[in-house]
């Protein structure tokens, strides 16, 4: 399960990876954010990628508006022979530029992580 925000002028997005579990603590955290900063507008941001694909369940229950979905998800069966080690790289590549990416994003306060109650208790507007 994952779930971080990202703050934007126009509202702050909370982006879900994950199965039934994890679109419900996603939801239940916009919940809780919406009564933390009554002023803020917030948006679910459902992710297909991971281990395996994950469809959003919990879309049908917000507005257009609260909701977007992105299809991130990359099946080892549309893998071409022979590339597999390039592609390697590449992932492990973007792997290690989204980590440093996010760390530094993380520490000027323009992401967010808040998967417990002490990550959560830190959370500013």
Same mark, same amino acid.
């Given at each position: 399960?994952? %779930? ?6 126009? #509202? ?13 603590? %996603?939801?239940?955290?916009? +919940?809780? $954010?919406? /009564?933390?900063?009554? #002023?803020?507008?917030?948006?679910? /941001? ?5 281990? *395996?694909?994950?469809?959003? =369940? $919990? ?6 508006? +609260?909701? =977007?979905?992105?299809?991130?998800? +990359? &099946?080892? +069966? ?7 080690? =390039? ?11 989204? *980590?440093? *990416?996010?760390? /530094? $994003?993380? &520490?000027?306060?323009?992401? %967010?992580? %808040? #998967? #417990?109650?002490?990550?959560? &208790?830190?959370?500013?507007?």
């Amino acid at each position: 399960m994952m %779930a971080f925000l990202e703050r934007s002028y126009a #509202n702050t997005k909370i982006h879900c990876w994950g199965g039934l579990g994890s679109q419900m603590y %996603a939801w239940a955290l916009f +919940e809780r $954010l919406q /009564v933390k900063f009554p #002023n803020k507008s917030f948006k679910l /941001v459902f992710h297909t990628g991971g281990v *395996t694909k994950r469809l959003p =369940d $919990l879309e049908p229950l917000f507005m257009q508006n +609260e909701k =977007d979905f992105v299809q991130d998800f +990359e &099946s080892s +069966e549309n893998s071409i022979p022979g590339k597999s080690s =390039d592609k390697k790289l590449i992932n492990t590549m973007k792997k290690s530029f989204i *980590t440093s *990416t996010k760390q /530094v $994003l993380m &520490s000027t306060g323009f992401v %967010a992580s %808040a #998967n #417990n109650e002490l990550e959560f &208790s830190k959370l500013k507007p």
